[in-house]
């Protein structure tokens, strides 16, 4: 009865690494799926993001250009009110 005894106990440390690889890769594949969602949200925002602030700074770009032309009109006829030789 010892040989059979001896013969089981691998046997069953065997069964139950096998049985923990399985659980680990059914644990790792659903860890795989939660992160690629994670990623396709992520790279949705990202793209959104990037779309937004192109809308920002062409709307800053438009703005920077009227206050300049806004400060070189203005500029302009102060320069013409106080220069002396326009007179």
């Given at each position: 009865?010892?040989?059979?005894?001896?013969?089981?106990?691998?046997?069953?440390?065997?069964?139950?690494?096998?049985?923990?690889?399985?659980?680990?890769?059914?644990?790792?594949?659903?860890?795989?799926?939660?992160?690629?969602a994670?990623?396709?949200?992520?790279?949705?925002?990202?793209?959104?993001?990037?779309?937004?602030?192109?809308?920002?700074?062409?709307?800053?770009?438009?703005?920077?250009?009227?206050?300049?032309?806004?400060?070189l009109?203005?500029?302009k006829?102060?320069?013409?009110?106080?220069?002396?030789?326009?007179?």
């Amino acid at each position: 009865m010892t040989n059979w005894h001896a013969g089981v106990k691998p046997m069953i440390k065997k069964t139950k690494s096998i049985a923990d690889a399985e659980a680990k890769i059914e644990d790792l594949t659903t860890k795989i799926e939660e992160y690629t969602a994670a990623s396709a949200r992520k790279n949705t925002e990202i793209k959104n993001l990037k779309s937004e602030v192109a809308k920002n700074q062409e709307a800053l770009d438009k703005a920077t250009a009227i206050r300049e032309n806004s400060l070189l009109r203005s500029t302009k006829k102060k320069k013409i009110c106080w220069d002396p030789f326009q007179l």
